[in-house]
């Protein structure tokens, strides 16, 4: 089973920007498509954005379109999330994992630790 380490949150000013990185174990890390959620308190976990098994293809959720972008990079087992324009809104839990289909918060295995966002007004 692949392992997942989210890292890379922090404190940030509105309108500021943030890289999160997702490291995975294991050798099937690139047979599967990879996905970016959030949980803000008080609200359930969603869907934020995915990418195909080859970085070919990318989805997002409506709320970051245009201001977020995912990749991934097989040879080093990570997939990435940059943040730019970062609104108070965007305050959550973050979160890595294999989506079962994109827009989807149902996913292959188990939810890891996360990685705190908090932007301040």
């Known amino acids: 089973q692949v392992q997942l380490v989210e890292s890379g949150g922090g404190l940030v000013q509105a309108g500021g920007s943030l890289r999160l990185s997702c490291a995975a174990s294991?050798?099937?890390?690139?047979?599967?498509?990879m996905g970016w959620f959030r949980q803000a308190p008080g609200k359930e976990r969603e869907f934020v954005a995915a990418i195909s098994w080859n970085g070919g293809s990318t989805y997002y959720a409506h709320s970051v379109k245009g201001r977020f972008t995912i990749s991934r990079d097989n040879a080093k087992n990570t997939v990435y999330l940059q943040m730019n324009s970062l609104k108070p809104e965007d305050t959550a839990v973050y979160y890595c994992?294999?989506?079962?289909?994109?827009?989807?918060?149902?996913?292959?295995?188990?939810w890891g630790r996360g990685t705190q966002v908090t932007v301040s007004s």
């Open positions: 994992a294999a989506p079962k289909g994109w827009g989807s918060s149902d996913i292959f295995g188990s």
């Open positions: 294991g050798r099937t890390f690139s047979s599967y498509d």
